[in-house]
């Protein structure tokens, strides 16, 4: 028995043989295989491909048009991940000829960073794991921004887009990018992952506005989603209708939104805010509008 625990010990101090155990394991248990000793934490450290296995490094493809997967562990603590809709995705949009983007919208309830005080400070530390880990694997790079509504008089829409992301984009960018997003005014995010696309992108479906149906809005939305990695895309509310009046003429101040009311829980947030997403302002690139309705 002494001699077979020798053998595993020797085993376990072998480079190759720990790397090929490491391999095998999730992510989580990777993740946190680090603490198991130095030799572990630096073999995870310089190994390019544990370090892609972790959604630190990017993989590297010829073109646009690898399947992409989501980071799994990023999901499970920051559950809007999953409610980013895949437009690649052939078995859910296996349209003839085209396909119909649905609405998906992005709330930020049951973040896992918020379920104590001591869990959000683990997260808020500079140093969290969370903040330098890609989205996607292979990476998002280009990312534009969609937005506009719906009033009586028509409707209108704005195109913008951010610097590329040269190293893939981080879940630190997207969680401040919706967050400075959520608490500009009172609207809508859903997140739509494009690219190589094989069939046109029928219409935005922006819930009851017949107004997002018209050709012009079509054709730029169809051509935004082929051009950018992702597109955040921001729904106003019915034009004129971000505030109210009491019956005394005066202005009501609104309710808080749910995600909102989520955001002020995250002490600091605005500060970091500003400071991440320092030099990463989406620059417009097209404005359109529709008066047919």
Known sequence: MQANGSHQQRALEMPEIVTLILRQMDMGTLLTSQRVCHMWADLIRESKTLQQDLYFLPTIHEDNKALRYRNSLLAEKFQFLNSLVDLNDEHKYAFEGSRECEWSDISLRNLDLLKSATKQEQYMRPEASWRRMLTHQPPLYTVGKFDGGSGRFGTRWTQSKSPEQVNGLRLETLFYWIAN??????????????????????????????????????????????????????????????WFQDSDGEEEARKPTQNESILAQIHGLRQEMSRILHGLDFESYNEGSDHSI
């Open 181 to 242: 997003l959520l608490l500009q005014s009172e609207c809508e995010i859903s997140i739509y992952i494009g690219g190589s696309l094989t069939t046109d992108v029928k219409h935005v479906h922006h819930g009851r506005s017949t107004g997002w149906r018209s050709r012009e809005v079509n054709g730029d939305w169809d051509r935004m989603v082929r051009e950018f990695d992702l597109v955040l895309a921001q729904k106003f509310p019915f034009f004129g209708s971000c």
